[in-house]
């Protein structure tokens, strides 16, 4: 009896991982150093995340593959169709052009009495939509290059990564691909916690907006990474306060994962390190006046950060495999 779809599209999942494994662990008798291989991560970071179109594109221009990529929040979004091989031409089309009420819908619910009793501000059906535009697959398993992308479940606390196997690390490969990363990008109070399997989740950048370690833990012998967060300080709080509670809450976001993210990266011991860092902090999470101004400095960033002589004897040992096809 024929293999069913399914079968097969775990197979073609399941083959990327296993060439990943391959090359971690059995190099090339006749290579005189370790190869490399990169594990992309793409941070969180709200709107300010259309960096990370850009910087993909700047990767395909070099005709550049990660071996696995880590996303989470819109770095999961933007990580999912890349690793899904979308038409990027379309992406960067749609991150351009897009509006607020694509992807923070109001929910006209919380205008009313008893209003804040709704689970949230906008409506996460609606950026669920906009996620199935842009993403052309359904599963894990239908993904050219490994993903993982992570939520956090509301009731225990816990951290969870949903994806492609990759190692020993824990990782769900059987939830919905949407799903996953609806829920990685479902910041409380702006988007309602995501229902999978029974538990409830919220954006994974509440414990990990920037997740090196989790790259770490993969086997990446050269993390590249995207960061597309904020510091959480410089404007005067007093304007914050104008702005109103989204402003406010955002600022909190920042202080607190900023905060984690400077630990982390002070105690760096793991594999080497490239961090493309944009000029976005500034932007506010949901401002759309910046569209093409962030898509252009991801750009540019990449490129910048793909210029150096550390990166050029890096990509010089690269695997095969990075070279895309």
Do not use: C
Request: glycine share 10%; proline share 5%.
């Amino acid at each position: 009896m024929s293999k069913s779809l399914f079968s097969r599209l775990r197979d073609v999942g399941a083959s990327a991982a296993q060439r990943f494994l391959k090359r971690t662990a059995e190099p090339n008798a006749g290579e005189q150093e370790e190869a490399v291989r990169i594990v992309l991560v793409l941070s969180g970071g709200a709107l300010r995340g259309l960096v990370h179109v850009g910087a993909w594109r700047a990767l395909l221009e070099r005709g550049l593959r990660p071996d696995v990529i880590i996303g989470t929040s819109i770095g999961a979004l933007v990580g999912a169709a890349a690793a899904a091989g979308a038409d990027w031409t379309f992406v960067e089309r749609a991150a351009r052009s897009v509006v607020r009420k694509e992807i923070a819908a109001l929910d006209r619910r919380v205008l009313l009495l008893n209003g804040v009793r709704r689970p949230a501000l906008f409506r996460g059906e609606v950026l669920r939509q906009y996620m199935e535009r842009l993403i052309p697959a359904r599963t894990f398993q239908e993904l050219t290059i490994p993903l993982q992308v992570n939520a956090v479940n509301l009731g225990t606390g816990e951290m969870k990564w949903f994806g492609t196997p990759v190692g020993e690390e824990d990782v769900d490969p059987t939830a919905d691909l949407l799903d996953a990363v609806w829920a990685s990008s479902s910041v409380p109070t702006f988007y309602a916690p995501v229902e999978i399997d029974g538990s409830f989740y919220i954006d994974g950048g509440i414990l990990d907006t920037f997740a090196l370690r989790r790259a770490a833990a993969l086997g990446a012998t050269w993390i590249l990474a995207v960061d597309a967060t904020t510091e959480g300080v410089g404007d005067d709080p007093a304007d914050l306060i104008d702005e109103g509670m989204l402003a406010i809450n955002e600022r909190v976001f920042g202080i607190v994962s900023g905060a984690r993210r400077r630990a982390v990266l002070e105690r760096w011991s793991g594999p080497p390190l490239t961090i493309v860092r944009p000029a976005a902090g500034h932007i506010p999470a949901f401002d759309f006046e910046f569209n093409d101004y962030l898509v252009n400095e991801g750009h540019r960033a990449m490129n910048e950060a793909l210029s150096t002589p550390e990166a050029n004897e890096r990509l010089g040992r690269a695997t095969p495999a990075l070279k895309a096809s």
